[in-house]
């Protein structure tokens, strides 16, 4: 199976501050239709996760634009600009490339 | 909108079996690839189960042989079928809409427990 090593697993971070969350995959997340199907999900406590990018950067509808994917390959980011409180929960990302999909250990960022 | 509600969660001893539901509004269950992550107590979420529009269906191999996904169109409903239960089955079970993307949508989730 896939491993997604995600970096760090408790983000403390300033409100208006930025954040950036890693995440590693064991093997190349590029498929054979050419496509990346790295995604990331938000999970504020007490909810259901909720998806905020797919394919590495297209953010999904009413998410906002401080919320941004970036990476290639194996080596991927999310970067929260300006963080806000609303924003406090657990991050995964998930590859969709390779069955069994797999998730990362998931990072925590709470305010400071 | 597009709404996924979860049942059939409950306290079951090891070995025995249940049956999660999933009722599904503002789309088509069998138009959609749908599937069953799972979260453990104060832990990550774990894929379970995928069914593709086409009828195709996957599972981690964890539950292979033991779990069924399917669904009933007539319904609009998801189900999986859990046999031979284990503790580490315990977890919140959500249904989800979606395939490599990931999904877009995610019902409430259903808590299965596994003790004696």
């Known amino acids: 199976d896939v491993v997604m090593t995600q970096s760090p697993l408790s983000l403390p971070v300033t409100l208006g501050q930025p954040a950036s969350i890693s995440c590693r995959s064991s093997?190349?997340?590029?498929?054979?239709?050419?496509?990346?199907?790295l995604n990331w999900f938000q999970q504020r406590p007490g909810q259901s996760p909720r998806r905020l990018i797919y394919?590495?950067?297209n953010r999904d509808s009413g998410v906002p634009d401080r919320f941004s994917g970036s990476g290639s390959g194996t080596d991927f980011t999310l970067t929260i600009n300006r963080v806000e409180a609303d924003d406090v929960g657990v991050y995964y990302c998930?590859?969709?490339?390779?069955?069994?999909?797999?998730f990362g250990q998931g990072t925590k960022v709470e305010i400071k | 909108e597009v709404q996924l509600v979860e049942s059939g969660g409950g306290l079951i001893q090891p070995g025995g079996s249940l049956r999660l539901s999933c009722a599904a509004s503002?789309?088509?269950?069998?138009?959609?690839?749908m599937s069953w992550v799972r979260q453990a107590p104060g832990k990550g979420l774990e894929w379970v189960s995928i069914?593709?529009?086409?009828?195709?269906?996957y599972y981690v191999d964890s539950v292979k042989g033991r779990f069924t996904i399917s669904r009933d169109n007539s319904k609009n409903t998801l189900y999986l079928q859990m046999n031979s239960l284990r503790a580490e089955d315990t977890a919140v079970y959500y249904c989800?809409?979606?395939?490599?993307?990931?999904?877009?949508?995610w019902g409430q989730g259903t808590l299965v427990t596994v003790s004696s």
């Open positions: 989800a809409r979606g395939g490599s993307n990931g999904p877009s949508s």
């Open positions: 503002g789309l088509n269950v069998n138009s959609n690839y």
């Open positions: 069914i593709y529009a086409g009828g195709g269906t």
């Open positions: 093997q190349s997340l590029v498929s054979s239709d050419g496509y990346t199907y």
């Open positions: 394919k590495v950067s």
């Open positions: 998930m590859q969709g490339t390779h069955w069994p999909w797999t």
